[in-house]
């Protein structure tokens, strides 16, 4: 578990400790490179996407997240790194079909644990 744990599945980026980026109301960004981040920063927080800290995110990280309640959004390269692992670890994912996501105009699966209260 604790290699798992280890691998890294993209970036987040926060403003503040309590003001982390989202997408879908509450669901934590994630992205697959900086560089996404950086773009997509650009598109929702103009004004301040320069004042944003980006940092790497790991399936641990992620997953502690997820069993606490936590959602996340991710785009096409960060979800085709978590999932797998998150199949491995016993999460019920399901694949992210990112094509018909386009089609309605999104670009982010979003992933929440049901079972966690």
Not at 13 to 36: H, K
């Amino acid at each position: 578990m604790m290699a798992r744990d280890a691998k890294v599945i993209g970036y987040f980026a926060y403003m503040s400790a309590a003001e982390v980026i989202c997408t879908d109301v509450d669901a934590c960004l994630i992205s697959g490179s900086s560089e996404a981040m950086e773009r997509y920063l650009q598109e929702f927080h103009p004004e301040r996407a320069s004042k944003a800290t980006v940092k790497k995110t790991r399936f641990g990280e992620i997953r502690h997240g997820m069993e606490m309640g936590a959602a996340y959004a991710f785009d096409q390269a960060s979800y085709g790194r978590f999932y797998p692992l998150a199949r491995e670890a016993g999460f019920p994912v399901e694949w992210g079909d990112f094509e018909e996501a386009k089609k309605r105009n999104d670009r982010f699966f979003t992933v929440r644990l049901s079972w966690v209260q």
